[in-house]
């Protein structure tokens, strides 16, 4: 856990224009801990407050909404239920089986004067079977089922993990698309101008049409950019509504893209944290059932004791007093001779064993990657966005000087132009810069298994 605690301190410490829609209705090295994971409330996996901290309500009631309505987190509840049963009756394997019975029987017979009786005996009985597991084969089942129905609450609160990043990624990327329209119908607001400026110079002649037609096109090249953003848009909010299990519908807006604040990450974050992973919690219990049922098709290989036993009474109207019965007794099954069945089915469930540990160990790396490179994108994001932002700055400014140099008559109307195009580039792609470096903090959210809280960091504090 030290070397853990080490890869994991050095965290980067970083600090709508829409028109209305229509809204419808034992042989590996790879062992994980004992106690690898602590105990979790059914929403472990989620920590609603975190997202409390990008200042947009509405993102939170969209997460709400999705844990509460999603298909693909019913199936996921529905496959727990089913690991669940499956785990009570490999349990139920445990305990002795009572059974109860009235067989009847009657028999006809002619008597010394040829007279026809008949004999009816009921035989009411009560049986008893029990194995008393010596070997602990169903012991190892029962103890596998438990372990697979702990990997499939891990499965769920994987499914949970990942449908609320997504649901807050569709949403960055949403008001990322809103903020590109509205930079779109800008810079369109504004080359509208410059064609009025350029009609007027040629028809009183002062230029010639060149700069005319010139003008014309740019305004059209960025005439086509709105109904493409729209476009963007309307899929961007059919996704969302899937993912809230919702009919397409417009999807109601918050913060702007600008104006969504950003988690504080700590200088060191908690190794603990990745515990709360549903994906290497749901690895690390998927080894742990391949172990039981491993040591269960061991078992299958010795000797089966079980023992049996009944109770009853025969009633007949041939006797005057009823009859007890009961038999006690056990039996001993050994394999001798299957084919090599019960051997193959031993070396099947070790190759199963040996990959759960393969996986398990590709989990725990996985991790650690999407940890680092969450953290990367922050930073990298970040700083990315602070460079687009002062060359946005530069172009700007430099737009202000073109367009006063051209209505002088001082330049021509390509610089203009050119100016014009790199300020609507550097534009656009600080608003990707924005966006991305809030997906990083959803990345970041989802690789540390759920966010992070001031009680989680306070240990590495101290």
């Not at 709400?64 to 499956?86: H, K, T, W, Y």
């Not at 609160?157 to 809103?178: E, F, Q, W």
């Not at 110079?201 to 086509?224: C, K, M």
């Not at 792609?429 to 966006?435: D, T």
Request: charge should be positive; hydrophobic fraction near 45%; aromatic fraction near 4%.
């Amino acid at each position: 856990m030290k070397r853990i605690a080490g890869l994991l301190a050095g965290a980067f410490a970083v600090g709508g224009c829409l028109g209305p829609r229509p809204v419808a209705p034992a042989t590996t090295a790879v062992v994980p801990p004992p106690a690898w994971r602590t105990a979790l409330p059914a929403s472990g996996a989620v920590r609603t407050d975190w997202w409390s901290a990008f200042g947009d309500p509405v993102l939170t009631q969209l997460i709400e909404r999705a844990i509460a309505n999603s298909p693909d987190l019913g199936a996921a509840a529905a496959r727990v239920d089913e690991a669940r049963a499956l785990q009570r009756l490999a349990r139920a394997q445990l305990a002795p089986s009572v059974s109860a019975g009235l067989p009847t029987s009657d028999a006809r017979a002619l008597n010394a004067f040829g007279v026809a009786t008949t004999n009816v005996a009921a035989q009411p009985s009560v049986s008893v079977s029990y194995d008393p597991d010596l070997f602990g084969r169903l012991r190892n089942a029962s103890a596998a089922a438990r372990a697979q129905l702990l990997a499939s609450e891990g499965a769920r609160d994987g499914v949970r993990l990942g449908l609320v990043s997504s649901v807050a990624t569709g949403y960055i990327t949403l008001r990322a698309l809103d903020a590109r329209l509205a930079v779109a119908r800008d810079t369109l607001a504004a080359r509208g101008d410059g064609l009025r400026i350029a009609r007027r110079r040629a028809e009183t002649g002062y230029t010639s049409n060149l700069e005319l037609h010139q003008a014309e096109g740019e305004y059209r090249a960025t005439e086509q950019l709105i109904p493409q953003a729209q476009l963007a848009i309307a899929r961007q909010e059919d996704a969302l509504a899937l993912l809230l299990g919702e009919t397409p519908r417009a999807i109601l807006r918050g913060a702007a893209l600008t104006a969504l604040r950003t988690p504080p990450i700590p200088a060191g974050l908690p190794a603990g944290l990745l515990r709360r992973r549903p994906d290497l919690y749901q690895a690390e219990q998927t080894l742990v059932a391949a172990d039981r049922s491993l040591d269960s098709a061991r078992a299958a290989l010795l000797p089966n004791i079980a023992l049996t036993g009944s109770v009853g009474v025969i009633l007949t109207t041939a006797l005057s007093n009823p009859v007890g019965v009961f038999s006690l007794g056990g039996s001993v099954l050994s394999p001798l001779f299957d084919g090599g069945r019960l051997r193959a089915n031993a070396d099947a469930t070790i190759a199963r064993r040996d990959q759960a540990a393969f996986a398990y160990r590709r989990a725990a790396l996985t991790a650690f990657r999407e940890v680092d490179d969450s953290l990367a994108g922050v930073q990298r994001s970040g700083e990315q966005a602070v460079a687009i932002r002062g060359q946005r700055d530069a172009l700007a400014a430099a737009l202000r000087n073109a367009s006063n140099r051209y209505r002088a008559g001082y330049s021509s109307y390509l610089d203009q132009l050119d100016t014009q195009r790199g300020l609507l580039t550097a534009e656009l792609a600080l608003v990707q810069a924005n966006a991305d470096r809030l997906t990083s903090y959803v990345s970041l959210y989802q690789a540390m298994g759920g966010g992070w809280s001031e009680a989680d960091i306070a240990p590495v504090r101290r």
